[in-house]
């Protein structure tokens, strides 16, 4: 499985971008998939995911701001972020598990086995 992200870049408070995350070797679509994101300093984090049934999860300090969403093939994941903040300013990283995970479990990074090499976010004016 071959996770390759794209689409991060710099951009002012308030500003918009999409990450995709493109995906190859990975057959089933009820596994688990999502975006985490790590900062300086600090443990990475679960940003936005779908758990086996589909069902998405955000987290607190994105939910309104961010969508995650896939195309029709299931092979390119992306991660829209809308009115973004210095805090938002991290490496993001796709990630896809190889089970479809509950619901509780989907933002924690412990249960992803797959990881793309990540796409920096920078947050600054």
């Known amino acids: 499985v071959q996770l390759v992200e794209s689409g991060g870049g710099l951009v002012q408070p308030g500003g918009s971008l999409r990450l995709s995350c493109a995906a190859s070797?990975?057959?089933?679509?009820?596994?688990?998939v999502g975006w985490f994101r790590q900062a300086p300093g600090k443990e990475r984090e679960g940003v936005a995911a779908?758990?086996?049934?589909?069902?998405?999860r955000y987290a607190d300090s994105v939910k309104g701001r961010f969508t995650i969403s896939t195309d029709s093939t299931k092979n390119t994941l992306y991660l829209q972020m809308n009115s973004l903040n210095p805090e938002d300013t991290a490496i993001y990283y796709c990630?896809?598990?190889?089970?479809?995970?509950?619901?509780?479990?989907?933002?924690?990074?412990?249960?992803?086995?797959?990881w793309g090499q990540g796409t920096q976010v920078t947050v600054s004016s």
């Open positions: 779908f758990d086996g049934r589909g069902a998405t």
């Open positions: 070797g990975y057959t089933n679509n009820t596994y688990s």
């Open positions: 990630a896809a598990a190889r089970i479809g995970l509950s619901w509780y479990f989907v933002l924690r990074p412990r249960y992803f086995v797959y």
